[in-house]
């Protein structure tokens, strides 16, 4: 028995087809050429080096390698010419790692499964998936079937370019016409449905057909499906999700509309009635309602088709003065609410959630629920039902359900948030306390990742103390001068304990008293998100601009006439409107007489200060104030780049040509969310004073002083005598939502 020889099953063993003998007789292979990158392919590879005993002798790269000390000297690799070795000796393998080599970072390096490449081509539909298409016939007949809708053309009279595209489902009817593939009429109605939902049919088919019709410089070629789509679709799941004369959740959907607009109507009967609100105008009591009570429920509003309700509304207590600014106001300035509509059960998150049930008797008919003796509630109380639950034949799909009778619908009411709201941990699981359907918290993220994102590659350890710095240039006017004058504000937020969150998109709920009973915890949240990116963010979007009223300054007079003036003034007077007779440019200025600091503030100005204010920490945030973080630039920047060395999450603004700014004035803000989100803000008051407030922010977005270095008996009494509170300075930041602002009025009206 004869002993194998080690190399003579090499080459076949390493990969190579060929036998020594095919090699000798055929022409002479041209030998692979080795570069440093080759050898790293080489060392990554699962394969291993491709190359042969033979050409590892005879190479004579080997002496070089040799001769050089390198660690390749003894391992299996070769190159072709001492050159190629030469490079590879400056090439350290042991510090050849992926970022290093840059674009090898993203790739995965081995063989690649199925599952790999399941994944890889879900990504890719994903992504072609959200462009929904153009507007045209064959775009919407193809929407249609994605939806499981039924579809047929209505032909016109022969000779003419005209079309009808007729889609149905089991209770709705879309008629869409065509002339010359561009969409000219739509009509929109629930053929089986009550005149509680025909009666909002009109107003979602004007949304549908506005989605549709070419704007004034659109062109047919790139007319996109996207809005419609969206629209669209949330009508095509109550469709699909309805069972033909038993479940019609079109009239359930309108059922909870009609229970919450008798709600709606008896709180604001209730605010009209308060004699302290007494001379308000309605829009402000309406505000009211929505940013404090049960919200203000609307049916195809805001360009959305379907039920919605609006619970928080930016500014809400600076109400527009005349209907050019309402129209402002209603296209540019945010306003938060929940989209109301019905999904399948998800068994993993609605175990505590109940069905669906069509009824329009969710609320009494009086509303208010009587008076029972012993009852320690002394205020008006809302006298919510509970209607009886909604039966539907058995699933045909499933075996065996025939023989249990009627069963409860694999249905539920959802809220989808528009816009989704951040909101902390605690918070999330008190929601789900509550029967609210929604995933359980993994803490993954903090809420201050979430406000303020961490670019892409950017450092972030979210259970280190996080910095946050931000430049900005403060408008501001001092107490009887006319003049406007510039300040930076150099803003730090400082946050020491992590606190996670999570952002909550979509939900599922039994009734919608778990709605309303969420809504004190999202304006919470709502005006913090709101304050902060005031305070830290670039200012979007237009600006109120309706139309001013032009006065000289000569025309004003000085003397304080009501207990507001004093903050009526600073909030009223703005430098782009302001007309001086002086020597500088001429500029409007807006007169504003109905903003106030008292618990029913109600300004209706624009104001054109944009300003931003950091927190600082009990004592010692003002030894983390960086050096960097203010700087000359005019124009405010937000930077969420990792510092170049280890260290807290310290995101700063990089200084401008000129360095820092040595009279910015440095405001630092702590943020903490125990029990509730707390600011801690510190900023230079009077000559050589540091003021610290601590201010808490509660339900429906109220502030409350926890305590304060502000407001002493030097300044406790105001020039026209009115005798100033603490609470004031936390209805002044509910009222300016800007942190920069209320600094300013502060610093320049209470010093």
């Not at 309602?289 to 600076?318: E, F």
């Not at 069905?355 to 109380?381: C, F, K, Y």
């Not at 409007?588 to 200060?609: A, C, E, G, K, Y």
């Not at 009279?663 to 003021?691: C, G, Y």
Request: aromatic share 6%.
């Amino acid at each position: 028995m004869t002993t194998p020889t080690p190399m003579k099953h090499t080459l076949s063993q390493q990969g190579s087809s060929r036998t020594p003998s095919q090699t000798q007789q055929g022409a002479a292979a041209t030998p692979p050429v080795s570069t440093p990158f080759s050898m790293a392919h080489a060392a990554l590879s699962p394969h291993g080096s491709r190359l042969s005993p033979q050409a590892f002798k005879k190479s004579p790269a080997i002496s070089a390698a040799a001769l050089l000390n390198h660690p390749t000297s003894t391992s299996a690799v070769s190159f072709d010419s001492p050159s190629a070795a030469a490079a590879f000796s400056n090439l350290q393998l042991s510090d050849l790692d992926f970022k290093s080599l840059g674009g090898l970072a993203g790739l995965q390096v081995g063989r690649n499964t199925e599952d790999e490449k399941a994944k890889r081509l879900d990504e890719v539909i994903s992504i072609l998936s959200r462009n929904r298409g153009y507007v045209s016939e064959a775009g919407l007949e193809r929407l249609a079937q994605k939806l499981e809708l039924d579809c047929m053309w209505d032909e016109h009279i022969a000779g003419e370019s005209k079309r009808t595209l007729i889609i149905a489902g089991s209770a709705l009817e879309l008629l869409i016409g065509f002339t010359d593939n561009i969409v000219q009429s739509l009509a929109l109605a629930f053929p089986e449905s009550s005149d509680s939902v025909n009666k909002h049919a009109e107003d979602a088919g004007k949304i549908l057909l506005e989605n549709l019709k070419l704007q004034p410089g659109q062109s047919p070629l790139t007319k996109q499906l996207d809005k419609f789509s969206v629209n669209f679709e949330r009508l095509a799941i109550l469709d699909k999700l309805s069972i033909a004369s038993v479940l019609n959740l079109y009239e359930a959907i309108a059922g909870v509309f009609d229970s919450l607009s008798r709600l709606h109507q008896w709180e604001l009967q209730k605010i009209r009635e308060d004699a302290s609100l007494a001379g308000r105008s309605d829009e402000y009591l309406r505000n009211i309602v929505l940013c404090t009570r049960s919200g203000t429920p609307a049916m195809n509003a805001r360009g959305k088709v379907g039920m919605r309700i609006d619970y928080w509304k930016n500014k809400h207590l600076q109400p527009p003065a005349n209907p050019e600014m309402a129209a402002h106001v209603e296209k540019h300035e945010k306003i938060w609410g929940i989209l109301v509509g019905c999904a399948p059960i998800n068994m993993s998150l609605d175990v505590n959630v109940h069905p669906v049930r069509a009824s329009h008797h969710w609320i009494s008919e009086n509303v208010e629920r009587p008076h029972i003796p012993g009852d320690l509630q002394t205020g008006p109380m809302v006298d919510w039902l509970e209607p009886e639950d909604t039966l539907v034949p058995p699933d045909p799909e499933k075996a065996g359900d025939s023989l249990l009778g009627p069963r409860l619908p694999s249905v539920t009411f959802s809220a989808t948030f528009d816009p989704p709201i951040h909101i902390s941990y605690g918070l999330w699981e008190q929601f789900r306390s509550m029967g609210i359907g929604i995933p359980a918290m993994d803490a993954s993220k903090s809420f201050d990742n979430l406000v303020f994102p961490i670019a892409p590659g950017g450092y972030y350890d979210p259970t280190e103390p996080r910095e946050i710095h931000y430049t900005k240039d403060i408008k501001y006017q001092l107490p009887g001068s006319p003049a406007w004058k510039s300040r930076k504000h150099a803003n730090s937020l400082y946050i020491y304990k992590p606190v996670y969150g999570k952002t909550l998109t979509e939900a599922s709920f039994s009734h919608p008293q778990h709605l309303i009973a969420m809504l004190p915890y999202l304006r919470q949240y709502a005006f913090l998100s709101t304050l902060l990116e005031n305070s830290f963010k670039e200012d979007s979007g237009p600006k109120r601009a309706p139309p001013q009223t032009i006065i000289h300054l000569d025309s004003l007079s000085k003397k304080t006439t009501t207990n507001r003036d004093e903050f009526d003034r600073f909030m009223s007077l703005s430098p782009a409107t302001i007309k001086s007779p002086s020597d500088d440019a001429p500029t409007p200025m807006d007169i504003s007489t109905s903003m106030s600091i008292d618990p029913v503030s109600q300004p209706n100005h624009s104001h054109n200060l944009s300003g931003t204010v950091p927190m600082s920490i009990d004592g010692a945030s003002q030894q983390l104030l960086p050096s960097q973080a203010a700087h000359s630039q005019p124009i405010s920047h937000f930077n969420t780049q990792a510092p170049p060395t280890g260290g807290p999450n310290n995101h700063t603004i990089t200084s401008g040509p000129s360095g820092p700014d040595p009279e910015a004035i440095k405001i630092d803000i702590n943020l903490t969310m125990v029990h509730a989100p707390r600011l801690q803000i510190a900023f230079p008051f009077r000559s050589s004073e540091t003021a610290i407030v601590v201010l808490e922010i509660r339900e429906n977005g109220q502030v409350h002083v926890e305590s304060q270095n502000v407001l002493d008996e030097r300044n406790s009494v105001a020039p026209n005598g009115r005798e100033r509170r603490v609470e004031d300075l936390g209805k002044m930041l509910e009222t300016v939502e800007d942190i920069g602002k209320w600094v300013e009025f502060v610093r320049t009206r209470w010093a």
